[in-house]
């Protein structure tokens, strides 16, 4: 099984500033998403295969990585940006696994 | 806008069934290239994906709860279940449903999802 590592667990940070969120794969993933969760909220997907951001996602979010390593950039903090983010693998098998969540909560 | 809603029962006795049901409305279950899906999330946790289904049948679940899991689809009423088998306290967790595209690997549509809480 493919298990996700994300870092750091907790990111304090204000409104405007840069963060940079990354989840780790134990092995090579085929594909990578990002999801936004408030709280109370269902999770939002944010970023597709690593790269592509969903269909009416700001510009301030961007994905990059490949491969077993990967990040999630918000360019400026807004206020409903604070939330936590889940990293997700598709794999052979088990086909799904999720990370453990970064928070972002604000400084 | 594809919308998918959960109903179900909000209390469970151990040991117990848990039964859902999620309703797709505003785009057809029918539709290939998705695997319509269940997540749960317990009281301050992450996201566990519980497992998904394809339009005509087949069903692939989480290794850990696979003995414990049912999930069946019925297009006619655009509708997908999940059943989980002899609970305990451990699955009192936020359950969602969600559409799973084959291509890109990711959940691109989500239910607001329910809370399930098992206890006597």
């Known amino acids: 099984e493919i298990v996700l590592t994300q870092s750091p667990g907790t990111l304090s940070l204000s409104p405007g500033e840069r963060a940079t969120l990354s989840c780790r794969a134990s092995q090579t993933v085929s594909s990578l998403a990002w999801y936004q969760q408030r709280p109370g909220q269902a999770p939002r997907l944010l970023i597709s295969d690593a790269s592509n951001r969903a269909t009416g996602i700001p510009a301030r979010f961007s994905g990059s990585g490949s491969g077993t390593d990967f990040t999630l950039t918000i360019s400026s903090l807004e206020p409903e940006d604070f939330a936590v983010y889940y990293c997700?693998?598709?794999?052979?098998?088990?086909?799904?696994?999720f990370g453990p969540g970064t928070k972002v909560d604000i400084k | 806008q594809l919308q998918l809603q959960e109903s179900g029962p909000g209390l469970v006795k151990p040991s117990e069934t848990l039964s859902l049901t999620c309703t797709v409305s505003?785009?057809?279950?029918?539709?290939?290239?998705?695997?319509w899906s269940w997540i749960r999330q317990r009281p301050g946790k992450g996201l566990e994906w519980i497992g998904y289904?394809?339009?005509?049948?087949?069903?692939y679940y989480n290794p850990s709860l696979q003995s414990l899991t049912t999930i069946s689809i019925d297009t006619s009423n655009n509708q997908f279940s999940l059943k989980l088998s002899s609970v305990t306290a451990a699955d009192t967790a936020v359950y969602y449903c969600?559409?799973?595209?084959?291509?890109?690997?990711?959940?691109?549509?989500w239910g607001q999802g329910t809370l399930v809480t098992v206890s006597s």
């Open positions: 505003s785009g057809s279950i029918n539709s290939g290239g998705y695997y």
């Open positions: 997700q693998q598709r794999s052979n098998w088990p086909p799904v696994t």
């Open positions: 969600a559409r799973f595209v084959m291509t890109s690997g990711d959940f691109d549509y």
């Open positions: 289904i394809y339009y005509y049948g087949s069903a």
